[in-house]
């Protein structure tokens, strides 16, 4: 079973340009989830999509971030414009859905850093 | 606002030291609770979890972590550890009504030979 992939791994971007990051969830996970940690702090929680469905994106910073997974597959993460403050790594969850939705299978990562 | 807190963010023993890594949360209800580990250049995986039942769970790689309620803790601990164990380790509570985890700081393993 292939786990969960981002890309890229790494982007440098300026500030102001623009950049969207990739998920791809394990194969017949509904549950897909974008977590941030910034400057070596906690691994914060962004949105969680159930499906092509927002359930949740209280977590996500303000509007320069939308986030699509378009029929509910595949999610991209997009930051415009990129500001200083973004730098940090982008993780992608997957989980199954209904009670085993607690057990998140966490990608790579995608280290971004707008300079 | 529910947190998640690890008492060290940096931890250096030497092999076959025991180690025990803290994390206390703030959550009042129902907790689920988890220890990830994230080895150099790899992707972040599950060593254990607590549900219910037995408040002490065993998870892989010899760790095993136990669950005191009254103390709102839930501290990682392994007897033995090997030079492989270098990395890092985030304690996390799952949030039924939010369906997230909420992580805490993490703490830096290393372990010299």
């Known amino acids: 079973e292939a786990g969960v992939t981002q890309f890229p791994s790494h982007s440098v971007i300026e500030k102001g340009q623009t950049v969207t990051l990739r998920c791809d969830p394990i194969s017949g996970h509904d549950n897909l989830y974008w977590y941030r940690r910034v400057m070596g702090k906690e691994i914060k929680f962004l949105l969680h999509f159930v499906k092509e469905s927002k359930q949740d994106e209280s977590g996500m910073p303000n509007n320069r971030f939308l986030a699509e997974r378009t029929g509910g597959t595949y999610s991209t993460l997009k930051v415009q414009p990129a500001e200083l403050e973004d730098s940090g790594v982008y993780f992608c969850?997957?989980?199954?859905?209904?009670?085993?939705?607690?057990?998140?299978?966490f990608g790579p990562g995608t280290r971004l850093t707008v300079t | 606002a529910q947190s998640v807190s690890q008492h060290n963010h940096h931890v250096i023993l030497s092999e076959a030291a025991s180690l025990e890594l803290g994390c206390n949360y703030s959550y009042g209800g129902t907790v689920n609770l988890f220890w990830y580990v994230q080895y150099p250049g790899q992707h972040l995986q599950l060593l254990l979890k607590y549900f219910s039942g037995d408040p002490l769970v065993k998870g892989i790689k010899g760790f095993e972590a136990e669950f005191i309620k009254s103390k709102f803790s839930f501290n990682l601990r392994k007897p033995s550890v090997q030079w492989s164990d270098t990395a890092e380790y985030f304690c996390a509570v799952w949030r039924n009504a939010g369906n997230m985890l909420t992580f805490g700081g993490g703490t830096r393993l290393m372990v010299k030979p």
């Open positions: 969850a997957s989980s199954r859905p209904g009670t085993f939705s607690y057990e998140q299978y």
